[in-house]
């Protein structure tokens, strides 16, 4: 009994582990992102990462130098509705499209954070993977979504659009930090937001819509 009791145990725990090497399927989790936005789960989990990260600042003592870096895609700004739009996924035109509108909405509580920073008359650096030729609309969009003190907006030059990100970026960070900043913290949705040197306190964002390798 006890032989057959453990047998059908390990034969469980064949079909489970089997079963957790497949992929969700992609309606499902299409679904299931769509319903944590939606829901107002994301903006709750988000809310709680900028309550942490503004406790972190507390403890920080601002001078004249200090910086923040901030991303700009599902960071300050929500391409959500693009995201809606094309069922999910990416697609250089339609997205380079959507940019050019530059209407994409802010997402509140990053605003809260970027808020809390701008009263504390610290520097404000948008770092971008966005291409040069978005920049402007880039520009714009944030002033629209009430980012209304960009202190230096950097987006990636033609000889930069094949850098990896966290490449791309840590070079702007080291740029920065050389020429006298001193970046206190990095806010971004992406671990190529964060990784490398001069990122200060680091602040991931939530994003369930896509990954950058
Ligand atoms: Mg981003």
Sequence with gaps: MIKHTLLSAIFL????????????????????VKEYYDSGKFDEEIKLV???AIEKLKNVKFN?????VFDIDETALSGYDYALQIDFGY???????WQLKADAPA?????????????????IVFLTGKRDVTCESAYNNLIEAGYTKI???IC???DEYKLKAEEYKAYHRKELTEAGFEIIMSVGDQKSDLVGEFT????????YLYTIH
């Design 64 to 68: 004249e130098n200090s910086t923040v």
């Design 13 to 32: 725990i064949l079909v489970l582990s089997c079963n957790n090497d497949k992929p969700i399927n992609l309606s499902i989790a299409k679904k299931e």
């Design 156 to 158: 990636r030059s033609k």
């Design 91 to 97: 697609d250089l035109d339609s997205w380079t499209e």
């Design 151 to 153: 202190d230096t907006l």
């Design 50 to 52: 900028v309550d942490e």
């Design 200 to 207: 200060g306190i680091k602040v991931k964002i939530p994003n």
């Design 107 to 123: 997402i509140q509580d990053v605003k809260r954070l970027y808020d809390y920073l701008v009263d504390k008359n610290v520097y």
